[in-house]
Antibody, heavy 116, light 107 residues
Framework: QVQLVESGGGVVQPGRSLRLSCAAS????????MHWVRQAPGKGLEWVAV????????YYADSVKGRFPISRDNSNNTLYLQMKSLRAEDTAVYYC?????????WGRGTLVTVSS | SSELTQDPAVSVALGQTVRITCQGD??????ASWHQQKPGQAPVLVIY???KRPSGIPDRFSGSSSGNTASLTITGAQAEDEADYYC??????????FGTGTKVTVL
């Protein structure tokens, strides 16, 4: 069955960096478009970034553009989100999600808390 | 960037029908999808391609659209349908956007 397992979350100070990972299994990862979606505590869903199946095309929400590069390793079925210059407003659960035009599989998420 | 607007909250009596709407420019070009999210859980896809249901989603969930508005209808709402619902579509820039979310309460 499809599994997406996020890791790398935690508490980090403002201005610091953190890298999230998502281990994928149960489907053809190298043929799948992948996303990161986040949800701040008590708030709605916010799309963060997308990467094409071959890693060549990447798009970002304005709120993270230039700070959160997305990448992938198809040989290890892993998706990444490198989070830099973190701000308090980046505090959220970060979900790894599969899909091109719609999001059919979601991980359980990893919590990132930006606080001094 | 695109925006998708939803009513913040709706309520429905057990067994009755409720419609949730979503408005935004991207819906005039791309199909909406809908996600259900219960407290403490990851979202679950309930409608995609405007009207299609993933395997395992009850047929009381249906989708429709007209112009820049998409709708999710729950016909014969059950207690387990109480959740937050989010619409979603992509825009011409390759970006995706979620709706503001609708909290559905089943009375």
């Amino acid at each position: 069955q499809v599994q997406l397992v996020e890791s790398g979350g935690g508490v980090v100070q403002p201005g610091r960096s953190l890298r999230l990972s998502c281990a994928a299994s149960g489907f053809s990862f190298s043929s799948s478009v992948m996303h990161w979606v986040r949800q701040a505590p008590g708030k709605g869903l916010e799309w963060v970034a997308v990467i094409s199946d071959d890693g060549r095309n990447k798009y970002y929400a304005d709120s993270v553009k230039g700070r959160f590069p997305i990448s992938r390793d198809n040989s290890n079925n892993t998706l990444y989100l490198q989070m830099k210059s973190l701000r308090a407003e980046d505090t959220a659960v970060y979900y790894c999600v599969r899909g091109e035009y719609y999001f059919d599989y979601w991980g359980r998420g990893t919590l990132v808390t930006v606080s001094s | 960037s695109s925006e998708l607007t939803q009513d913040p909250a709706v309520s429905v009596a057990l067994g009755q029908t409720v419609r949730i709407t979503c408005q935004g420019d991207c819906l005039g070009t791309y199909y909406a999808s809908w996600h259900q999210q219960k407290p403490g859980q990851a979202p679950v896809l309930v409608i995609y391609g405007r009207t299609k249901r993933p395997s395992g989603i009850p047929d009381r969930f249906s989708g429709s659209s007209s112009g820049n508005t998409a709708s999710l209808t729950i016909t014969g709402a059950q207690a387990e349908d109480e959740a937050d619902y989010y619409c979603n579509c992509r825009d011409n820039s390759g970006n995706h956007v979620f709706g503001t979310g609708t909290k559905v309460t089943v009375l």
